[in-house]
């Protein structure tokens, strides 16, 4: 049976290892131990910057999703970003990513979150797939990126 919870700091390393398997499928992204430590402990030590949930198969991490907040002006209120899905590959199509998704979009309404938004890269059919099936649409918004510090 698959459990959902909220991250804790002992959770990190396991995270670390999970955001490593999705940083090798990203066209963006490179696995950076260093940094996904940084940006983990961020949002583990400020509940204002975002929560981070962790799927668990047997007490052992397999998958996580993270929710990271923000404020639309056209929307007046809090919504968030959702970063960060994965889910090891061994347990995927079992029914534990949909567990963990809806989990954390649960949490989201909870505390009256306006909307939703997340990337995907644009050829990963799979994962469009996926988050159409729990109600996302594809938006008419370009993303666009200026990174300042590629390290």
Not at 69 to 90: N, Q, R, Y
Not at 117 to 134: E, I, R
Request: charged content about 20%; proline content about 2%; glycine content about 8%.
């Amino acid at each position: 049976m698959f459990v959902v919870e909220e991250a804790k700091s002992s959770d990190t390393e396991s995270l670390i290892d999970l955001l490593a398997l999705l940083f090798s499928q990203e066209a963006e992204f490179t696995p950076k131990r260093d940094l996904q430590r940084a940006g983990l402990t961020m949002i583990l030590e400020d509940a204002s910057i975002g929560t981070l949930f962790v799927l668990k198969k047997d007490g052992t991490i397999i998958g996580m999703v993270s929710l990271l907040w923000s404020i639309s002006t056209a929307l007046g209120g809090k919504v968030a970003f959702l970063e960060d899905m994965i889910v090891h590959p061994s347990w995927q199509g079992k029914g534990g990513g949909t567990l963990l998704v809806k989990y954390a979009l649960s949490y989201a309404q909870k505390l009256s979150c306006k909307r939703i938004t997340l990337l995907t890269d644009a050829n990963n059919h799979a994962a469009q797939s996926f988050y159409k099936q729990l109600g996302f649409k594809s938006s008419l918004m370009q993303p666009m990126r200026l990174i300042f510090n590629d390290t």
